[in-house]
């Protein structure tokens, strides 16, 4: 009986060391993700939102050219409905597209879809540019 | 949720593979938790699985009748789209299904002498955190607050987390269960269980943020901000997750 007893007493302050070593494991998580977010913080020179523009290739589907446009917000805050315009220039006219995207964050991506009606040939003929955007 | 926008959405624009994940996931953890509350007294693993598997069910059925009578699915819509936006409403409707017992359902009379194991009570952090995070991590306040928000937001939202969750760990802690008792220093019971609850409601949150999306094409600073947002209120739900459970 006193031999059970012991046992017991072994296993609980087992348990015990498990619940401070998790315990010990989540405070250094906690404590990296503040310094992380205090470094991130103090950290000087961010910039306001400036975008890059890649333009993917032109795709026929159905009676128009699709083409992908990824825009990359380059800055370190988000911008909110981001207006990219794109002018196609061809001998029968121009055209002229509009894409909205709701929201930019700071260094991540969006993806949109342009379609034309004449065939763009190569993306160069293709003019992109960000208009605007607004503070979120 | 099923009144959610959101949520019908993202039964369309939701990767089907982390739709079925998702599921996957859920089936274990119905049932674990109908071992822990459950329909009725189980006296085996096989029954619990049969309860889960029925919550299962259940959901389904619901959800699927009052997507109908809200006209959120109807035909016109592709297969995928209609599975999609039941399948999605089937992961919170069912744990709803079987904690409704333990909040609607009459005590037992083995009711307050359960002893929960310091697994046991994570595993109910986690219900608790899953629950909440799947019930505000659709809407699109959680996106916009977190691209408001500095770093300096972020890291007195941590702080802010950690205390209402301790807040209610501390004084959920007391109605018995485990070991925490008035005389438990508040450190202790913050490292041993506030803390590790944290953790665990930050996972939840980020994966259930993953699976609807949320994190794709997002900057690691992003995602972080995200998941601190959503961290707020799933950490609420695994601290109050022993009140409700």
């Given amino acids: 009986m006193n031999a059970s007893r012991k046992r017991r007493d072994v296993s609980a302050s087992h348990g015990k060391r498990f619940e401070w070593a998790v315990g010990a494991v989540a405070f250094v998580i906690v404590v990296v993700l503040l310094g992380y977010l205090l470094g991130l913080g103090?950290?000087?020179?961010?910039?306001?939102?400036?975008?890059?523009?890649?333009?993917?290739?032109v795709v026929r589907?159905?009676?128009?050219?699709?083409?992908?446009?990824?825009v990359t917000n380059e800055g370190d805050e988000t911008a909110a409905d981001v207006t990219l315009r794109a002018?196609?220039?061809?001998?029968?006219?121009?055209?002229?597209?509009?894409?909205?995207?709701?929201?930019?964050?700071?260094?991540?991506?969006?993806?949109?879809?342009l379609i034309?009606?004449?065939?763009?040939?190569?993306?160069?003929?293709?003019?992109?540019?960000?208009?605007?955007?607004?503070e979120p | 949720m099923l009144m959610t926008m959101e949520m019908w959405w993202l039964g369309f624009t939701i990767d089907p593979l982390r739709?079925?994940?998702?599921?996957?996931?859920?089936?274990?953890?119905?049932?674990?938790?109908?071992?822990?509350?459950?329909?009725?007294?189980?006296?085996?693993?096989?029954?619990?699985?049969?309860?889960?598997?029925?919550?299962?069910?259940i959901s389904m059925v619901t959800s699927t009748v009052c997507l109908v009578a809200f006209g959120a699915i109807g035909p016109?819509?592709?297969?995928?789209?209609?599975a999609g936006k039941i399948a999605i409403q089937v992961v919170p409707a069912s744990i709803g299904a079987l904690l409704a017992r333990s909040q609607l359902?009459?005590?037992?009379?083995?009711?307050?002498?359960?002893?929960?194991?310091?697994?046991?009570?994570?595993?109910?952090?986690?219900?608790?955190?899953?629950?909440?995070?799947?019930?505000?991590?659709p809407t699109e306040?959680?996106?916009?607050?977190?691209?408001?928000?500095?770093?300096?937001?972020?890291?007195?939202?941590?702080?802010?987390?950690?205390?209402?969750?301790?807040?209610?760990?501390?004084?959920?802690?007391?109605?018995?269960?485990?070991?925490?008792?008035?005389?438990?220093?508040?450190?202790?019971?913050?490292?041993?269980?506030?803390?590790?609850?944290?953790?665990?409601?930050?996972?939840?949150?980020?994966?259930?943020?993953w699976t609807f999306g949320r994190l794709d094409d997002a900057a690691f600073e992003q995602v972080i901000a995200t998941t601190i947002v959503l961290g707020f209120p799933s950490s609420a739900g695994a601290a109050a997750a022993r009140l409700i459970l």
């Fill in chain 1, 42 to 57: 103090t950290a000087s020179g961010r910039q306001p939102p400036h975008f890059s523009i890649t333009a993917g290739d």
């Fill in chain 1, 61 to 70: 589907v159905g009676t128009g050219y699709q083409m992908q446009v990824v």
């Fill in chain 1, 87 to 113: 002018v196609l220039h061809r001998d029968a006219g121009e055209e002229a597209r509009e894409l909205r995207f709701d929201f930019v964050p700071q260094r991540s991506t969006r993806r949109g879809t």
């Fill in chain 1, 116 to 134: 034309f009606e004449q065939d763009p040939g190569s993306r160069a003929a293709v003019r992109l540019s960000v208009s605007s955007y607004v």
């Fill in chain 2, 19 to 57: 739709l079925v994940l998702l599921v996957i996931f859920c089936l274990p953890l119905l049932v674990l938790l109908s071992r822990r509350v459950g329909f009725e007294a189980t006296r085996g693993w096989w029954e619990d699985v049969v309860d889960a598997l029925f919550a299962l069910g």
């Fill in chain 2, 76 to 82: 016109g819509m592709s297969a995928r789209e209609i």
């Fill in chain 2, 105 to 137: 359902g009459s005590d037992g009379p083995d009711e307050g002498k359960r002893q929960e194991s310091y697994g046991g009570e994570m595993f109910l952090m986690a219900v608790g955190a899953l629950f909440l995070g799947f019930n505000v991590a």
């Fill in chain 2, 141 to 209: 306040e959680m996106i916009v607050i977190s691209h408001r928000m500095t770093p300096w937001h972020a890291a007195a939202l941590v702080v802010l987390s950690l205390m209402v969750m301790h807040g209610f760990i501390f004084a959920v802690g007391f109605r018995g269960g485990t070991e925490l008792t008035p005389q438990t220093p508040w450190w202790s019971a913050f490292i041993r269980f506030t803390l590790p609850g944290y953790v665990i409601a930050m996972a939840m949150s980020l994966y259930v943020l």
